[in-house]
């Protein structure tokens, strides 16, 4: 076992399996969360651990308090500390505002921004004990910017942003760090039936979506790298928003 332990939610697909592998890496031993995808969770594992480092998969719903609970719990048993947590998982439900329903608001808002709040507050604690910690947010441009179609999405991300920072003035004194990095248009499962995407690229003067790796060594960078960091967030959107 080495000894430092990275939490990455939404660990079995896309950016989440990306930062995974990219921690991997660095040497990190991985508790990967997912929601139902057992097989790419699988996937992610077996990766994870072909660079020799321990790894443990947890199917919980991060938007269900007690589940997050009661498997931060788990992951501490096994592993006796969290040194990295990457709060990812995500979800999209669009619709322009008009038509949006209730269902729609209330599955973003609490898989994107409650979850957050669930997540970090036993891990915190943990983290508080250990006076060290990197906490990374997955935000998005869109929290920044906003979008047509996604109020509800694009208000769960500028909440972790305010999030973020209030997190980072609290917990700096304890040695912890916490920081966003804000994604544009990246090439996953969320983004695969998106239209539009050569009027998209006009607007990106690096001229391609951005890979899941690309956001990987940025989350490396402020798990890692920032060691005078906190309170940011980074984008990384090929320049879409300069
Ligand atoms: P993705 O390919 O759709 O993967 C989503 C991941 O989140 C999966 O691992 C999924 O698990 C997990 N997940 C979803 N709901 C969950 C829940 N309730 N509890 C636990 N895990 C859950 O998405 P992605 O594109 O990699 O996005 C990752 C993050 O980046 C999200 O926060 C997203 O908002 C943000 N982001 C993405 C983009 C983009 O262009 N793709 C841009 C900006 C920000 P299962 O496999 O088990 O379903």
């Known amino acids: 076992m080495s000894e430092k332990l990275a939490l990455v939610t939404g660990a079995s697909r896309g950016i989440g399996r990306a930062i995974a592998l990219e921690l991997a890496k660095c040497g990190y031993d991985l508790a990967l969360n997912y929601a139902g995808n057992t097989e790419a969770a699988q996937k992610t594992l077996e990766d994870v651990k072909a660079h020799g480092v321990d790894a443990q998969i947890y199917k919980f719903d991060v938007s269900n308090m007690q589940e997050v609970e009661e498997n931060i719990s788990k992951i501490f048993e096994k592993f006796q500390r969290i040194d990295v947590l990457v709060n990812n998982a995500g979800i999209t439900r669009d619709d322009l505002f008009i038509r949006m329903t ?42 920044l910017y906003g979008n047509a179609g996604q109020a509800n999405y694009s208000a769960a991300k500028a909440g972790l942003i305010g999030f973020t920072k209030s997190l980072a003035k609290e917990l700096g004194s304890r040695g912890i760090r916490v920081n966003a990095v804000a994604p544009g248009f990246i090439e996953t499962d969320m983004t695969k039936d998106l239209p539009n995407i050569d009027e998209m690229l006009k607007l990106i003067p690096l001229k391609r979506l951005g890979t899941p790796e690309d956001i990987a060594k940025a989350v490396k960078f402020l798990a890692l790298d920032a060691q005078y960091m906190t309170g940011q967030v980074l984008e990384v959107d090929g320049g879409m928003i300069i």
Not at 114 to 139: C, D, E, H, L
Request: glycine fraction near 4%.
């Open 102 to 143: 209730q269902e729609k608001w209330e599955a973003v808002i609490n898989t994107n921004l409650n979850s957050a709040f669930y997540v970090t507050k036993p891990v915190s604690k943990i983290m508080m004990k250990q006076r060290s910690g990197a906490i990374i947010n997955t935000t998005s441009v869109v929290g």
